[in-house]
């Protein structure tokens, strides 16, 4: 316990000091205590390395104690390696000294490591004999620790062979001295093989309970230990295969809400850790989210509170689970399906390392999504093989190295408050919850997946979507039908997904029976969780504008040492220079581009801003944004020829090239912004977009950079599932942004840019225009547009407004023609005059301000003034100008019909679509022809749209 990396450097500083003194005796204590201690910091290498040391000066001083404990920790070092052959040999070693010496003890404790290893090996027989020497040993030392470790032992090789009862027995004993020896995390692990045992033996009931006190025990002792993050990984993993051998046991048993929120506790504990660490001293907001949703009425509750239907799912240990959650109503249907070829049971399953695995090689639910997205002709990298692969590449595995030193350097520099344990819990979550092992490009970026380069059919297969949809949606079609009425145009589902279904382009997927794709049909948004969702709904309450907000942060394409770009292939992204560009004009936020895209400056603004749009390379990986070093751009130039005239002077051979790559490459911290470095910003932003680079996206880091951006504070992040060509990129973008800033939510933008981009001829292709995901809250900007809309629509409801709107007309009006003319010289009238000639109405001041109009207070004796704006960004004023002609040009009937309309956007939508088919009957040489429409009877009830119809001519 304690602070190991302190200890470590007090054992360095012993081990210094044992080769001052010339002491063998001392030099071989500090080398098997300093190895020790790097076996459980994970530092394998220097751990045999000290250890080699101790056994080498042990032998040469015939010191057989010493041998033995160095043997012993060798054994354990190659055992936590996998290398069981070599840990054999070890233990081996130090159970022939122990038998030679006598010692009781050291038999017993290399019995024990020997019946480990044979186990590891499969060596089920060998294991059995050398535990039940163990045991024997234990008790005749009355050693009750030894003992808890045997009977543990035991009961694991018991229930590997299948002997459930004998499994069981030996469990209990282990339990019992454990408990009573007050020792909670033997008690976590005995009480989750227990549940294993106990589930394999048919006793569900028992076995339920047993999981549920294991994976309450590794959380709690999870929290508290002072261990190394390694460490607490460990229990992290073993207390995520007890929630998910606890979802199979409680679907076993019929108990399906209790596994939803076994589910959900499982999603949630690294985010709530993360959450809770974050709000230290914070009242309201931390006590809330402490609150994890335990019992399905709150589930339902926060369910309610999106006012939308939800499709649960969870990969549990080669089953997926799903749940259809309805608001106000509850958990409606439940589905669960086999993700193997193989029809599986209880007892047909597998167990590594004691969790319970899928016994697919390749589970069906990974076939669908890969056999998608080749469809779409887009890259992936599926297979139920681990990253540890021989056929890793040499790329793959020197960014596997990066990855790891990125972490080592993260937690370097985040001892106290460690962010970067948070992203690994993620990843090492998502991996134990994927369907199966994922084999990725471990950077992402080593090869191109620019659209262009991809072969995609003209007229792609629908029998993969389809089967992904069947397996996916299908079997809540009914459901959703039914609970989601079908006079709202467009209804909203969110999706709570897990492990590789974020690979999946849900906006393609359809039925047999469809024409209309997912998106056309519903709102997609995803959430990892239903605490996500509830963080979101609380950070709509609490993250208010500051002073020193600003409307948005455009920044990419940023300018990268040569070296980096050597070594990552990440080159200048030249289009996304036009991208930024549409969406800072259409944002009115200059973008970021080149060396001034840089870590620092991102980090200085980042905060502040409402939207955040980065066009960038990702290294999915490493979960991390790349972005400009700063001053190593600019000094590179000059720390090169520099080091070149002292090579010259110096006469370095041909290493010189490699220092001078050396010496001018940054640190991946210099320019990485890392999902860590996210976690250290409190963020405002209501959306941010992430778009650019071609890097090979992964699920898991999808899953990390996103979930750091939410526990940071933005409320919804829009992330790329593959790399589009650019030209649809930007259609995409300046459709999606053009409908955020007229006041439509998220999803609904994201469904009109889709369409947009789908409609255009050269873009027809879904790779084109399905690669986007919106994940967290569906948010409107708080923008100028939308708060003209919400004037207009303030005036409409007002019986005074026609007088009003006439005298905001007549003041837009006199804006635009003096930016017309280009004067530049400021204009203003006073308030009051105004107020005098509206008359009381509401909403026109906001509209003012909403075009740009600026209201001073008045100051020197001066009245309050009302200044003309000067310029008309986003045309703002032009818009505005267009309204109020229209809405004049209605009659005071048609008005009045419509501010009944108001109150229902989803009314008014259908509405609008009405009329559009009307006008797409008629031309201007038939204005007097009579379509007829069909209309819902629903939308017939809705209150107003028969005055409105009416008033328009259409009955």
Known sequence: MGNLQQALVCFEKRLVLSHDLDSSHAKGLAYGELGCLHSLLGNFEQAISCLEHQLRIAQEKADKVAEGDAACGLGGVYQQMGEYETALKYHQLDLDIAEETGNLACQGRACGSLGVSHESLSNFEQAVSYQEQHLSIAAQMNDRVAKTLAYSSLGRVHHALGNYPQAVAYLHQALQIAEQLGRREDEAKIRHRLGLALWGHGDLEESQQQLYKAADLFESYRREAHMSNEYKLSLFDLQTASYQALQRVLVALGRTNEALVVAERGRTRAFVDLLLERQTGSKGFASELDNTPVTIEQIVDTVSRQQASIIYYSLAAGFLYSWLIVPDIGVVKFHQSTLSDIDQDDDNRSEINGQIMSTATVSTLDQCITDVREALGVETMLSATSKSSDLMSETESEAEDCWQQQLEELQGRHDDKDRSGFLRMINRSHMFNSSSYSLYSVNGNSSSCHSGSLSRSKSWANQPVRELYSMLIGPFEDSLMKHNSSFVAQREL???????????????????????????????????????????YIATKTNKPTPDSVPALVLGNPKLPVSVVDQWQWGELHMAEEELAIVGELLGSDAVTGKDATKEACLQHVAHAECVHLATHISWKLSAIVLAPGDCVKSETDSTSVLNEEAEEVQFDDSAS?????MNTPALSDFLLTAADILNIQ????????TGGEAKVSADGIVGLTRALLAAGAQCVVVPLWTAPTKAVHLLMKTFYTYLLQGSRVSHAMTEAMRSVRNTKHFSHPSHWAGFMIVGSDVKLTSKVAQMGNSLCQMIQDAKSRDAMRVILHLVEKSLQRIHRGQKNPMYTTQQSIEQKVVGAIGWKELLKSV??????????????????????????????????????????????LSKLLPSPEGAQVITSTLRQVLSQSSCKDKDLNAQIPVSVKMWRQPGSHEFLASLGGL
Not at 658 to 662: F, G, K, L, M, P
Request: aromatic fraction near 8%; include cysteine.
């Open 683 to 690: 963020l405002t932003a209501k959306l941010v977009v992430l």
């Open 658 to 662: 490699d220092i001078s790559s050396s």
């Open 494 to 536: 969110v999706l709570v997904l897990q492990g590789d279904l974020y690979l999946v382009p849900f906006s393609v997927l359809r039925g047999e029976k469809d024409s209309d794709y997912l998106f056309e049909r519903f709102s997609l948004v995803v959430v990892p969780s239903i605490r996500d969702m509830l963080a979101g």
């Open 852 to 897: 740009g109009f600026r209201f001073e207070p008045a100051h020197n004796g001066l009245p309050s003034s009302v200044f003309f704006p000067m310029t008309d960004p986003g045309e703002r004023l032009v818009q505005c100008s267009a309204s109020l002609q229209a809405l004049l040009g209605l009659t005071p009937g048609t008005i009045a019909a």
